[in-house]
C-alpha cells in the first residue's frame, strides 16, 4: 500500500538525519530536496528584492516535480522538507521582508493554489522543533556556508512562520518531535520512543523494522 511520511521543520533542526533514520530502519524510500542549483539564487543573493519572485517560483516549480515522482513511488516513502514549507515559510518570509511585491504574490499563489490540487497531501507529517541556540549551534556545526550568516531575526520569522502553519495543517495526521536532546541515533530508549510513536500512526505500512 502506497503510504507517505513528510519531514518539516526549520533549518538546522534535524530533517534529513530523521529522514536518513527512518529509511535505514524501515527499508523505505527516502526523497531530499532537488540538488540541482537554482540558478536564480546567486542573482537572488545580490538584489534579493530583485530576484526574489523568480527565485521562490524556480524552487516551487522543482518541489512540484518532486511531489510528482514521490506520488508514483510504490510502497512507503519519506520525503525532507515539503512544498508546502515553500510556499508556506519561506516565500511568505519574503513576502512580508516586501522582498516580493502583491502582483507577484498573487501570480505565486495562484501557481500554489493549482499545484495543491494536483499532488496527494502526505500520510503522516513529523514537524521537528527545538530552541534558537540549539537551531543556531547546528547550523554552525553543519557548516553550510551559505547559512553561516542568516541573521537570528530571519530564523524567529521562520519558526513563527512555522508555528503558525502546523497549527492549521489539517491535511494529515501530524507528529510533533522536540529535538533538543532527543538522540534516536544513540540513546536506545530514545530510538525505541521516536519508533513507537510513528508506528502507531503507520502501524501496518512500515513493516518490521531493519534493526
Same mark, same amino acid.
Given at each position: 500500500?502506497?503510504?507517505?511520511?513528510?519531514?518539516?521543520?526549520?533549518?538546522?533542526?534535524?530533517?534529513? $538525519?530523521?529522514?536518513?533514520? *527512518?529509511?535505514?530502519? &524501515?527499508? %523505505?524510500?527516502?526523497?531530499?530536496?532537488?540538488?540541482?542549483?537554482?540558478?536564480?539564487?546567486?542573482?537572488?543573493?545580490? =538584489?534579493?528584492?530583485?530576484?526574489?519572485?523568480?527565485?521562490?517560483?524556480?524552487?516551487?516549480?522543482?518541489?512540484?516535480? *518532486?511531489?510528482?515522482?514521490? =506520488?508514483?513511488?510504490?510502497?512507503?516513502?519519506? *520525503?525532507?522538507?515539503?512544498?508546502? +514549507?515553500?510556499?508556506?515559510?519561506?516565500? $511568505?518570509?519574503?513576502?512580508?521582508?516586501?522582498?516580493?511585491?502583491?502582483? =507577484?504574490?498573487? $501570480?505565486?499563489?495562484?501557481?500554489?493554489?493549482?499545484?495543491?490540487?494536483? %499532488?496527494?497531501?502526505?500520510?503522516?507529517?513529523?514537524?521537528?522543533?527545538?530552541?534558537?541556540?540549539?537551531?543556531?549551534?547546528?547550523?554552525?556545526?553543519?557548516?553550510?556556508?551559505? +547559512?553561516?550568516?542568516?541573521?537570528?531575526?530571519?530564523?524567529?520569522?521562520?519558526?513563527?512562520?512555522? +508555528? +503558525?502553519?502546523? =497549527?492549521? &495543517?489539517?491535511?494529515?495526521?501530524?507528529?510533533?518531535?522536540?529535538?533538543?536532546?532527543?538522540?534516536? %541515533?544513540?540513546?536506545?530508549?530514545?530510538?525505541?520512543?521516536?519508533?513507537?510513536? %510513528?508506528?502507531?500512526? *503507520?502501524?501496518?505500512?512500515?513493516?518490521?523494522?531493519?534493526?
Amino acid at each position: 500500500m502506497k503510504r507517505s511520511i513528510a519531514i518539516a521543520g526549520n533549518m538546522g533542526v534535524g530533517k534529513s $538525519t530523521l529522514v536518513e533514520f *527512518l529509511a535505514r530502519t &524501515y527499508g %523505505i524510500v527516502p526523497f531530499y530536496e532537488p540538488n540541482d542549483e537554482n540558478p536564480y539564487l546567486k542573482d537572488f543573493y545580490r =538584489d534579493m528584492k530583485g530576484w526574489a519572485f523568480q527565485s521562490q517560483l524556480y524552487f516551487l516549480a522543482s518541489k512540484f516535480r *518532486l511531489h510528482q515522482e514521490l =506520488d508514483r513511488q510504490p510502497g512507503v516513502v519519506v *520525503l525532507d522538507r515539503t512544498i508546502f +514549507e515553500d510556499a508556506e515559510i519561506f516565500a $511568505t518570509a519574503l513576502y512580508q521582508m516586501r522582498k516580493i511585491n502583491k502582483r =507577484d504574490w498573487g $501570480t505565486y499563489q495562484g501557481f500554489y493554489a493549482a499545484i495543491l490540487d494536483a %499532488i496527494r497531501p502526505p500520510d503522516l507529517m513529523i514537524y521537528l522543533k527545538c530552541s534558537m541556540r540549539t537551531l543556531k549551534t547546528r547550523i554552525k556545526l553543519r557548516g553550510r556556508k551559505m +547559512e553561516q550568516d542568516v541573521p537570528t531575526a530571519y530564523l524567529k520569522r521562520l519558526e513563527r512562520l512555522y +508555528e +503558525e502553519w502546523i =497549527d492549521r &495543517y489539517t491535511m494529515s495526521d501530524v507528529l510533533v518531535l522536540e529535538t533538543d536532546s532527543l538522540d534516536y %541515533i544513540h540513546d536506545l530508549v530514545h530510538k525505541l520512543d521516536v519508533m513507537q510513536r %510513528i508506528e502507531a500512526l *503507520l502501524p501496518p505500512e512500515l513493516g518490521r523494522p531493519h534493526c
